[in-house]
């Protein structure tokens, strides 16, 4: 799992992916309110519709859910590393069913970025970029900052200093997007300016999501990247960053005593010197101090229940979400949480109270308690196709009597009223116990 800080002043509003992973056909995942009226649903700017700051796609095991998000992670991590790393190839996942493996991958996000609607579209296979483009709507007019057909890249007039910048860093295997990092700050307010803006809200999403790092076949991962433990970026609350911001390190503090998990205070440890060559995790580790029956009792955050890593691993990027207004990806929200924690959690992106910057929350969940704290356009589905593929379903598409407002949407969900229900093969399972009970006993490894 790997953790980024988000970009400021980013709103997600529509995410489409086509071939990556179990996804072969087409799927879009928005984050405009259906429901315009409730307070959950934050208004923008000089725009009709509302956006939504949380998302949370249910479905059975193997159904695709995590494989949604990994697009938008995919996306976010091309963003970053294509210009240093992608070199002869490009290191998609394409569907292996169908003609997945010969047919191209698309990525296309709607993004408001410091106030302007963006439009950004990616198409890649195995060899190089097939297609790329940025759009932006001042005025709800379409104004195309620059558009790239396999190595031909067009400019929008105004654009040349940033294209004179961009086209001897740029290969056949390397974004656009990717290149202008690599450019000096162009002047606020300007065209360049949103080009760069775009980039670096798709770099800066944070997520903790599992993917396999899109580099090329054959480079060894531990070149490029080592991915820190989760618990990472609370640890650096707790640590370096509360030399200068004490109140991060009591917020961290406020919220592992908040949700009752017997936690007094928290602190990190030095367990080895510093030196050159060795990353942040690899020399301190948190511990966990509680206080029982007048005692102190220090526990390393390893000793502490699964329920309690997961929590301590989310409060370091949940914090630094809703304190910037962020883009947050989180696989599995409810692994190993009590569903009121979950639910509290959903909750403090839904309430403008603890958050007023608007940070977005999308995230894949099981526990079917967990709708009675969503609203029907905060619910997607998604379900295995008889073609082994995925499909997405928002909760809102289901009409009439199915989806009132007054709805018990966990009944409905576990009554199979919306699908996205594991169809268990019971005769099945009781036949292999049976088989099992007559065949010999077996020696385990001694």
């Known amino acids: 799992m790997n953790t980024r800080f988000a970009y400021d002043d980013t709103v997600l509003l529509r995410f489409g992916l086509e071939n990556h992973r179990s996804v072969l056909e087409r799927v879009e995942l928005s984050m405009v309110a259906v429901d315009r009226h409730r307070p959950a649903a934050r208004p923008l700017p000089g725009r009709s519709e509302r956006v939504l700051t949380t998302a949370v796609l249910f479905g059975p095991n193997a159904s695709g859910k995590t494989n949604v998000l990994r697009g938008l992670v995919w996306l976010a991590a091309a963003v970053g590393e294509s210009l240093r790393f992608w070199e002869q190839s490009v290191p998609r996942e394409p569907c292996r069913f169908g003609d997945g493996p010969t047919r191209p991958s698309t990525f296309e996000v709607e993004l408001l970025v410091d106030g302007v609607h963006s439009a950004y579209r990616l198409v890649v296979d195995d060899q190089r970029v097939l297609e790329e483009a940025l759009a932006v709507y001042p005025l709800r007019r379409r104004r195309v900052l620059f558009e790239r057909t396999r190595d031909e890249v067009r400019f929008r007039r105004g654009l040349g200093e940033l294209a004179a910048g961009i086209r001897p860093l740029l290969r056949r295997t390397s974004l656009v997007l990717s290149a202008v990092l690599q450019l000096p700050e162009p002047a606020a307010g300007t065209e360049a300016a949103a080009v760069v803006g775009v980039a670096r809200a798709l770099q800066g999403f944070t997520y903790r999501v599992p993917r396999r790092l899109p580099v090329p076949a054959g480079f060894p991962p531990e070149g490029i990247v080592v991915l820190d433990p989760p618990w990472v970026p609370t640890a650096q609350l707790l640590g370096l960053e509360t030399e200068e911001k004490p109140q991060f390190r009591q917020a961290v503090v406020g919220f592992l005593t908040a949700a009752d998990l017997g936690v007094a205070d928290a602190t990190v440890v030095e367990h080895a010197p510093p030196r050159d060559g060795l990353r942040w995790w ?165």
């Open 282 to 446: 690899q020399t301190r580790h948190p511990v966990l101090v509680h206080q029982v029956e007048g005692r102190t009792v220090e526990l390393d955050l390893l000793e502490e229940s699964s329920g309690t890593q997961t929590w301590f691993s989310l409060v370091g990027p949940v914090l630094q979400a809703l304190r910037s207004g962020a883009v947050v990806l989180l696989d599995e929200l409810d692994a190993s949480l009590h569903p009121d924690l979950s639910a509290r959690l959903v909750q403090l992106f839904q309430d403008r109270r603890t958050n007023p910057a608007g940070a977005q929350l999308l995230c894949t969940a099981h526990d079917p308690s967990l709708l009675r704290s969503l609203n029907r356009d905060e619910v997607w589905f998604t379900e295995r196709t008889p073609q082994g593929t995925t499909s997405l379903v928002a909760l809102s598409d289901f009409g009439g009597d199915q989806v009132r407002r007054s709805t018990d949407l966990e009944r409905a969900y576990l009554r199979g009223r919306f699908g996205a229900q594991p169809l268990l093969d019971d005769p099945r399972f009781e036949e292999v116990l049976a088989q099992l009970r007559e065949s010999p006993a077996l020696v385990g490894p001694r």
